[in-house]
């Protein structure tokens, strides 16, 4: 099946400050090139659709390699309001089968042989609409629309969100992309004084294709099974999961989650650094102020050092003993890259695996106890994303597992006798499965921390 994206950008002589819904311009260039990557890890044929500016980024800025390049009008009827227009239009020019892959979604592995066969492809349905059906009356009261027959029951209609969307049958997608060019002409006039953008895009691009799957009682396969309300999208996002699971779509807040962030910027860093300091270099020539706070130090500033002297500074990092009350920020940036690749060992293992795993604690944080009036333990580490101390603090089980490993090493299931000891015989008899999952999710933490390591 031919993969497909599409990026419409508004005209700007600093393209590459463009965010695009992210905290910071940078990710937004990680997440397309990471997109990219995987993508042509697991298909030979991935295209692109781009007007002039989303090409110079992408294309003569980035380097992003596709099989071809199309392109998109800069003309009015694309602008930053209806940028949805510019996906729509995309659907409607193939003529084989195909699946479209916004530029904020991550595969760790090829979709299912299943999903593709689809006469239409999805990620999930949105089984409770009532969101969008509020803003279509909103803008459609005062005329323009829908066609007459698309409008019956529009309260019941299911949207689909579109992080994937394609499938086998063209002639759906031609008729869906009229219809909802249609609906935008009807309506942009009063539009943008009624709904923000995202909301507007979402309105003409997932719901309207929900009414006309609906009316033509259309097969929709889905990435995910269980469907989600448009008001959210609670455990979805849960990258970590997603990495195991190889599907993750940056959607909306998601795009303000440094936890994610961190880990995505992360995994290009380590799988293709050449890409990722080049990245950071056009994002601070361009006058973007790199969310990542460690790389407005001369010392790790990417516009001043090469990509090598990065790499030497992971390749020569060794865990120090002590704590460090001044902290060396090119000891805690190589640990940063440390901690990522254990963490990624650690997501790739099965939990049998896991149980046989050596863990031992580091001696670069500081543990801080007390009585309030019951123990407490906090542990104090340096961030490099703020260059400040962070503190978190530990709930009961977190500090039982650490406990475990503050005298030596041991493995998880070392760890999980001594745990369990806390517990009921009972209660761990009959919950030994969710307690081991509790272990297992807190160990993930202190390993993202860089308080535990593998061995």
């Not at 990509?307 to 120090?320: E, H, N, P, Q």
């Not at 597992?401 to 999980?416: E, G, K, P, R, V």
């Not at 009959?430 to 933490?445: D, Y």
């Amino acid at each position: 099946m031919l993969i497909i994206q599409t990026l419409w950008l508004e005209y700007s002589e600093n393209p590459i400050s463009h965010r695009n819904g992210w905290i910071s311009a940078e990710y937004n260039w990680i997440s397309w090139s990471l997109c990219s990557m995987q993508l042509n890890k697991f298909y030979s044929e991935v295209e692109l659709y781009a007007n002039t500016a989303a090409k110079n980024v992408l294309i003569d800025m980035l380097g992003l390699n596709y099989s071809k390049v199309h392109s998109l009008p800069d003309n009015s009827s694309l602008n930053k309001y209806t940028w949805a227009l510019a996906k729509i239009t995309t659907y409607s020019r193939q003529s084989e089968p195909f699946l479209h892959v916004d530029g904020d979604v991550l595969i760790w592995k090829p979709f299912s042989t299943d999903l593709i066969q689809g006469e239409v492809i999805a990620q999930n349905i949105e089984h409770n609409s009532t969101e969008y059906f509020k803003n279509y009356t909103s803008i459609a009261s005062t005329g323009g629309g829908l066609p007459e027959y698309l409008q019956h029951d529009l309260v019941n209609v299911k949207a689909y969100n579109a992080g994937i969307l394609g499938g086998n049958n063209n002639a759906f997608f031609k008729t869906f992309a009229e219809i909802s060019i249609k609906f935008v002409e009807g309506t942009i006039d009063k539009a943008p004084a009624l709904l923000d953008a995202t909301s507007y895009c979402m309105l003409f691009e997932q719901w309207i294709l929900g009414l006309v799957v609906n009316h033509g009682g259309m097969e929709v396969k889905t990435l995910f099974e269980e469907g989600c309300p448009d008001s959210g999208y609670t455990g979805f996002d849960n990258y970590e999961q997603a990495y195991r699971n190889g599907y993750f779509h940056f959607m909306g807040q998601f795009k303000q989650n440094r936890h994610n962030l961190k880990l995505m910027a992360a995994q290009l860093r380590k799988d293709h650094p050449q890409r990722y300091y080049h990245i950071l270099r056009l994002c601070k020539e361009g006058g973007v102020l790199l969310d990542f706070a460690v790389y407005q130090l001369p010392e790790l500033n990417p516009t001043i050092h090469a990509v090598g002297y990065f790499i030497d500074l992971f390749r020569s990092f060794k865990l120090a003993d002590a704590y460090q009350e001044e902290p060396d920020w090119k000891y805690y940036y190589a640990k940063d890259y440390y901690i990522y690749e254990q963490l990624e060992t650690f997501l790739l293992l099965l939990p049998d695996q896991l149980l046989e795993r050596t863990f031992m604690i580091t001696r670069d944080f500081k543990l801080i106890e007390g009585y309030n009036p019951t123990l407490f333990q906090q542990i104090v580490l340096h961030d490099t994303y703020n260059l400040s101390l962070t503190t978190i603090d530990l709930d009961n089980l977190e500090m039982i597992i650490l406990d475990c490993f503050l005298n030596s090493a041991a493995t998880l299931a070392q760890s999980f006798e001594s745990v369990k000891e806390n517990f009921s015989a009972d209660d761990v008899k009959k919950n030994k499965h969710l307690l081991l999952e509790q272990i297992l999710n807190k160990i993930q933490r202190f390993i993202y921390w860089g308080v535990l390591i593998m061995i």
